[in-house]
């Protein structure tokens, strides 16, 4: 049993800005992650599903700078160049499967949705430049907390089962309350009021799956099209130009059937299914891809909680605290969804950690003032 200042659970962006957060104001800190990678609902892999410099986005894609100022500064402080999504061209619908679909002139967005060059995993590469990696410890999941007078003891389950404990004076739990509430066992137990409202937060895309297709080059702009469609046949409800900044082609949907249905249809078919629908709507050339790739995200269990099998709506920004009782003096939560703005999405991770790391620096200097 080690003492330590503070411990950050989870390693996605909002555990690792606020990781970032603690060094630059030299409060020790360990992030302890269960994942044996960096950026828990970021993945940016290559064809072959390794980590890429410059690839494919299977978790989150897009940041809009108008609208999320917090995430648009920290694209900027961290030096990372963005470029707007593909909506050059037309948009396909399809409408029912028994008709051939329709194409429309693309109307241009309102609200241009930005990318990551290099995907969002250069978001998550930045923010661990400022992470000491001794201070990372993958491959271990917090298990249980129990409060004591002077802190936080974390059970910890390590790779190999075998378990360890870590004294803390504060925790910052950076993952999705829902999950926090179906994975952490607390002692003394949250108050029931607040288990209710994380365990009813939804976590925001953990239902859904995203299919990628890669091809030899964007051969869908030479007709004109953007990439982008809609569909009501499936098993694509949405499909995006998903090429790279350095000109990898390929295009992404999110699957439109449920999580159960999937797990049933297995990801061969839908691979081939995915496939055939991108043939039907771009034509013959998308039927040779050079690889695919299929993330399940439902399937997840370190995003995902059997609740969230069921399609889920948008985490709300609500106001309160997200930590109440006896827990408040030594809890903050910084998941995405915990955040006053934009919960669910990056710049809600960016923002619920900026609040956390306030929450703690100010019960640190608390605890510090002379009584
Ligand atoms: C398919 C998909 C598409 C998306 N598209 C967009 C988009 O275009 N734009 C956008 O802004 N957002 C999008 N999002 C949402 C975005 O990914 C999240 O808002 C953001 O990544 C959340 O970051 P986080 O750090 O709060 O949580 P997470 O990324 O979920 O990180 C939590 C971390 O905690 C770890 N962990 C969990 N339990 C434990 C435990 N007990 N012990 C130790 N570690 C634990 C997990 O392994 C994980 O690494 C998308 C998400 C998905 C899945």
């Known amino acids: 049993m080690t003492d330590m200042t503070v411990a950050i659970i989870g390693a996605g962006v909002a555990g690792l800005y606020a990781a970032h957060l603690l060094r630059a104001a030299a409060i020790p800190f360990i992030v302890i992650e269960a994942r044996d990678r960096l950026g828990g609902r970021v993945v940016t892999v290559d064809e072959a ?57 693309g109307a241009g967005m309102d609200q241009q949705s930005m990318r990551l060059v290099g995907g969002t995993g250069a978001l998550v590469r930045a923010l661990a430049t400022h992470v000491p990696a001794a201070q990372i410890w993958l491959e271990r999941r917090v298990t249980a907390m129990a409060l004591h007078a002077d802190g936080v003891a974390l059970t910890i389950r390590r790779a190999d089962s075998s378990v360890e404990e870590l004294k803390v004076k504060q925790v910052i739990a950076a993952l999705p309350p829902r999950l926090l509430d179906a994975t952490v066992t607390f002692a003394p137990t949250q108050e029931p009021a607040t288990a209710r409202r994380w365990r009813d937060t939804p976590t925001w895309m953990a239902p859904h799956a995203k299919f990628i297709a890669v091809y030899e080059r964007a051969f869908w702009c030479d007709a004109g099209l953007s990439g982008t469609a809609q569909s009501m046949v499936g098993p694509m409800a949405e499909i995006h130009d998903a090429s790279t900044a350095a000109g990898a082609g390929a295009l992404f949907g999110f699957i439109g059937i ?7 249809m297995g990801e061969a078919s ?41 399609m889920g709506g948008h985490p ?17 939560l910084a998941g995405s969804e915990t955040s006053p703005s934009e919960p669910g999405y990056l710049a809600g991770a960016v923002v619920a950690a900026q609040r956390a790391f306030k929450e703690i620096v100010a019960k640190l200097a608390a605890a510090h003032a002379p009584q």
Not at 67 to 81: C, D, F, N, R, Y
Not at 88 to 101: H, K, L, N, P, Y
Not at 316 to 332: E, H, I, K, M, Y
């Open 49 to 105: 599903g390794q980590p890429s410099h410059d690839g494919f986005d299977l978790g989150p894609s897009w940041f809009w700078p108008h609208t999320q100022p917090a995430i648009a500064s920290l694209v900027a402080e961290l030096g990372l160049s963005a470029f707007g999504q593909n909506s050059d061209g037309d948009v396909i619908i399809e409408r029912m499967s028994r008709e051939t679909f329709q194409r429309y002139r």
């Open 316 to 332: 709300s920004a609500g106001n309160g605290p997200w930590v109440t009782g006896p827990w408040q003096d030594r809890l903050a």
């Open 258 to 264: 449920g999580a159960e249905h999937r797990a049933a």
């Open 270 to 310: 839908m691979t081939r299914a995915c496939v055939e629908q991108l043939v039907r709507v771009f034509g013959a050339e998308a039927a040779a891809p050079k690889a695919t790739l299929f993330k399940d995200w439902a399937a997840d269990e370190l995003t995902a909680t059997p609740a969230d099998r069921i």
